[in-house]
Nanobody, 129 residues
Framework: VQLQASGGGLVQAGVSLRLSCTASRRTASSYVMAWFRQAPGKDREFVASISWIGSNTYYADSVKGRFTISRDNAKNTVYLQMSNLKPEDTAVYYC???????????????????????WGKGTLVTVSS
């Protein structure tokens, strides 16, 4: 499965931005999908995850109430709607897919994140103050 993320850019604090991630295979619609991010000089960290049917979602405390993850399985696409962006949200955002971990388990994963099956190449989000 190849994951293609898009939607990043340079924005000012307080605005909204939506990231998209499209999977190359239809079977990815049965995978748990997630977003991680990696700020300069820091480890990659969990942002949000969503179950394959979209009924269960999990968020990092730092984005809860500001970010919303959703998916459209007919389009093999997962979204991350980011609102009220802050400079500390600046990072490369990575899309991830996993076939055998639940969205809740992915939310608790820590480095080195070796259990994630597929990673996208990332899209840069820069938030200026």
């Amino acid at each position: 499965v190849q994951l293609q993320a898009s939607g990043g850019g340079l924005v000012q604090a307080g605005v909204s931005l939506r990231l998209s991630c499209t999977a190359s295979r239809r079977t990815a619609s049965s995978y748990v999908m997630a977003w991680f991010r990696q700020a300069p000089g820091k480890d990659r960290e969990f942002v949000a995850s969503i179950s394959w049917i979209g009924s269960n979602t999990y968020y990092a405390d730092s984005v809860k109430g500001r970010f919303t993850i959703s998916r459209d399985n007919a389009k093999n696409t997962v979204y991350l709607q980011m609102s009220n962006l802050k400079p500390e949200d600046t990072a490369v955002y990575y899309c991830a897919a996993d076939s055998d971990s639940s969205a809740r388990v992915i939310a608790t994963m820590r480095q080195p994140l070796d259990d994630i099956d597929y990673w996208g190449k990332g899209t840069l989000v820069t938030v200026s103050s």
